[in-house]
């Protein structure tokens, strides 16, 4: 299995700070299409996970591009220009190059 | 505009078997185009794949659960389930069903809360 680390494990961050998040893969998430199979969403309490960014630095639609996803290979980071109070949840991200998909553990982010 | 709807039991005792359904609404069931999941999130913890169908059948499942999981599609019903067998304490979760592009997770179910116990 491909395990997902991330870090920090969380961030308190003041309004219109940025914020940056760490993902790294045990194996390389880049398919020989030249793709990155990774994925970032959102997970706001009592809501359904949230698409953020796909191939490791495609924004999904309606996603602000204040966010934005870069890396390749087993490194990965979710950037955050301008923190809003929106933004708090938590952030995984997912390999889905291979089966069985698995996520990080997740980076709590809260507005100071 | 695609819609996944969960539904079942939200209390199962332990040893019995948990049994959900996913119903989708405003889109494409059967296509080489995506694929359905089931991922769970067990209280206080992170997210965790369970299994996929594809339009042809083929099914793929995590290896923690494979022995207990079954996916299973209704293509009559525009449904696709999950059975969970012997279930204990642990697999309390809230369980969400969801569609997979050839890039993303982007259609999620609001996730419906299942508790083991007696």
């Known amino acids: 299995d491909i395990v997902m680390t991330q870090s920090p494990l969380s961030l308190s961050v003041t309004p219109g700070e940025p914020a940056s998040i760490s993902c790294r893969s045990s194996q390389s998430l880049l398919y020989s299409n030249g793709n990155n199979y990774l994925d970032w969403y959102l997970k706001k309490p009592g809501q359904s996970p949230q698409l953020l960014i796909y191939?490791?630095?495609s924004r999904a639609s309606g996603v602000p591009d204040r966010i934005s996803g870069s890396g390749s290979g087993t490194d990965f980071t979710l950037k955050i220009s301008r923190v809003e109070a929106e933004d708090v949840g938590v952030y995984y991200c997912?390999?889905?190059?291979?089966?069985?998909?698995?996520f990080g553990g997740g980076t709590k982010v809260e507005i100071k | 505009q695609l819609h996944l709807q969960e539904s079942g039991p939200g209390l199962v005792k332990p040893s019995e078997t948990l049994s959900l359904t996913c119903t989708v609404s405003g889109g494409s069931f059967s296509s080489s185009d995506h694929y359905w999941a089931w991922i769970r999130q067990p209280p206080g913890k992170g997210l965790e794949w369970i299994g996929s169908i594809y339009y042809d059948g083929k099914t793929y499942y995590n290896p923690s659960l494979k022995s207990r999981v079954t996916v299973s599609v209704d293509t009559s019903k525009n449904q696709f389930s999950l059975r969970v067998t012997s279930v204990t304490a642990a697999d309390t979760a809230v369980y969400y069903c969801?569609?997979?592009?050839?890039?993303?997770?982007?259609?999620w179910g609001q996730g419906t809360l299942v508790t083991v116990s007696s």
């Open positions: 191939l490791g630095s």
């Open positions: 997912m390999q889905a190059l291979q089966n069985p998909l698995t």
């Open positions: 969801s569609r997979r592009s050839h890039t993303s997770f982007p259609h």
